[in-house]
């Protein structure tokens, strides 16, 4: 593997942050491309040795340019493209939305079709908001291949990332591969809606009551398994464009607060009843597991031990800012 050098874009989020610690640990050269430059989330899951094996450099993935001069100044040959705008900064800003979005993730394939044979992967975030409500469905498990519905303009822009993917195979066959992610969850997850759940269990190992605004079955992801498909998938030279569903654990809200309480007893977690996502939740990832072989997963109530114990070390640090539970 040490012949790999990746380019992580988005690489100061939380999806990224664990993208670097796998990478640095396979011995892959790391450049970390982000507009932030203070590595929050990667200090939370990376040592300060792994830390100093990876190269920051600060990208603005809207422009081609600076894409273009990552990629080619340290011979990128996997990409795995994670910058993004989630679903409330779209919506308060849909101009920069797309412009980050959509036309950053142009620029990314724009630059792999120019150093095609240098670059041998690429994988991209999409988002299970590509997808209409449930009821839009059959009933059943969700496909890759359903018709795509999207009710924000955050999932109008995945979709559009799908279609740029599928047209770059097309017209130039830049293989790729784009991952549909419901709830990512663990370390690092403090923003966006669905972030709920990762400060849920935040909140249990600090000690505080927190509300989950939503209930029903979710498709839930540790961000670490997460991380390790977006590499795999990137590493799989895939001779197409596929977009991927992920699956891993279905669960639904309370027992997945439940599954808090057996942990740590007096956790005072809480949650909505009767708001649903508007999402289909019975996913099929037969795709994904066919490109990657074996699926990374770590089981929901082993994920939350692990999250319990890495936060308790992380406020023992003062590397958490508590401040993300009242946002
Ligand atoms: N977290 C989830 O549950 C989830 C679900 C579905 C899809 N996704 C997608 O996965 C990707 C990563 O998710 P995450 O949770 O790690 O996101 P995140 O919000 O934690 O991180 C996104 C990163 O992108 C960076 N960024 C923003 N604009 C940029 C620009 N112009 N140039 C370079 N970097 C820029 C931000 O600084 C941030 O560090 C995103 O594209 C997101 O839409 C996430």
């Known amino acids: 593997m040490s012949n790999e050098t990746f380019l992580v874009t988005g690489a100061m989020g939380c999806i990224g942050a664990w993208a670097l610690r796998n990478l640095v640990r396979d011995g892959a050269t790391v450049i970390a491309g ?18 100093a094996q990876v190269k920051f450099v600060k990208l603005d993935v809207t422009s081609l340019n600076d894409v273009r001069s990552v990629v080619e100044a340290n011979g990128v040959t996997h990409i795995v493209h994670l910058a993004g705008l989630q679903v409330p900064f779209c919506r308060a800003n849909p101009s920069l939305g797309a412009q980050v979005n959509v036309v950053g993730t142009v620029n990314i394939f724009e630059a792999a079709r120019h150093n095609w044979g240098q670059v041998k992967g690429l994988s991209y975030a999409s988002s299970l908001a590509v997808l209409g409500p449930a009821e839009e469905y059959p009933e059943g498990r969700v496909g890759d291949d359903v018709p795509l519905l999207p009710r924000t303009l955050y999932g109008v822009y995945k979709v559009a990332n799908e279609g740029t993917a599928r047209i770059y195979w097309q017209d130039w066959q830049i293989g790729s591969v784009g991952l549909r992610p419901y709830i990512v969850y663990g370390v690092g997850r403090d923003q966006g ?8 269990v935040l909140a249990a190992a600090a000690g505080r009551p927190y509300h989950i605004r939503f209930d029903g079955p979710v498709g839930l992801q540790h961000a670490n398994d997460v991380a390790k498909m977006f590499i795999g998938a990137a590493r799989a030279g895939h001779q197409g464009a596929a977009a991927c569903n992920l699956r891993n654990d279905v669960v639904d809200v309370g027992d997945f607060v439940a ?10 977690i809480t949650h909505t009843n009767g708001n649903p996502l508007p999402f289909p939740w019975d996913l ?5 597991r066919e490109i990657l072989g074996e699926m990374p997963w770590t089981p929901v109530q082993e994920a939350i031990r692990q999250d319990l114990a890495q ?15 009242s946002a």
């Open 259 to 268: 599954l808090i309480k057996e942990e740590v007893p007096s956790a005072q």
């Open 311 to 325: 936060f308790r070390h992380l406020l023992d640090q003062g590397l958490i800012d508590l401040q993300q539970l």
């Open 284 to 288: 099929d990832d037969g795709g994904l």
């Open 34 to 51: 982000d507009l932030a430059m203070e590595p929050v989330r990667p200090r939370q899951v990376l040592s300060e040795a792994e830390l």
């Open 193 to 200: 809606m669905t972030s709920d759940i990762a400060k849920a």
